[in-house]
């Protein structure tokens, strides 16, 4: 669909919160994606790094419906493990670095998580910690499975009214129509619009 002079894609036809990207990916791969640490990742490598990802994870019996804990700093890695996790219809779990083990624990068990994306691997801690860098060594996924629009996104856990950590669990297609009711709002600022075009770039936090 455009608005003044923008296209956006189409939430019929994109089911799932990472269909869109790897399309991109695959139509303008050198276009920019992330700048990290004040250097820029172009859209074919951050999905290629994404797609390695994912071929590990795989190789370690990641699959369909399953919880992955995402504990890594702001950065590409950190993009691409969300990516490589969704395109295997495995929901994530982010879980900030600095998070006490007590409150960890509760929220991996309360989520049901089996692995763990990090920045050190140890295989011997359950739920297993998978290395980034290790991962991102594999292969990469070329076949990922469909992804129903059902499927569960991700899961975000706040303290809730007790204290305890409470999940609230954000389903694909409905992600994808919160992202996209953002960016049409976004859009509509038409101070924005006095200087759209398609270098322009918009920041979000979801």
């Known amino acids: 669909r455009r608005m003044d002079g923008c296209t956006l894609p189409q939430t019929r036809r994109l089911q799932c919160l990472h269909a869109g990207f790897f399309e991109w990916a695959r139509k303008h791969p050198n276009e920019v994606a992330v700048w990290d640490g004040g ?14 990802m994912a071929a590990g994870l795989r190789e370690e019996g990641v699959g369909y419906g399953d919880a992955v804990e995402v504990c890594l700093p702001r950065g590409t890695d950190q993009v ?3 990516y490589a996790i969704l395109s295997l219809g495995a929901c994530y779990v982010p879980l900030d670095m600095d998070q006490p083990p007590v409150r960890r624990r ?15 691997q140890d295989l011997s801690t359950q739920p297993p910690r998978y290395g980034v860098h290790e991962l991102a060594m594999r292969a990469p996924l070329n076949t990922p499975p469909d992804v129903d629009a059902n499927a569960c996104a991700y899961v975000i856990y706040t ?29 509509r ?7 759209e ?9 979801l």
């Open 39 to 52: 250097q820029p990742v172009t859209r074919g490598a951050l999905a290629h790094r994404a797609r390695c």
């Open 80 to 82: 691409a493990a969300v």
């Open 106 to 120: 509760l929220i991996e068990e309360s989520a049901g998580v089996g692995a763990v994306i990090a920045t050190r």
């Open 159 to 187: 303290s809730g009214s007790t204290g305890i950590p409470k999940g609230v669990a954000e389903r694909e297609l409905g992600a994808l129509k919160k992202a996209f009711g953002w960016a049409d709002d976004q859009l």
């Open 189 to 195: 600022d038409r101070s924005l619009r006095a200087n």
């Open 197 to 205: 075009g398609p270098g322009n770039v918009l920041l979000a936090v």
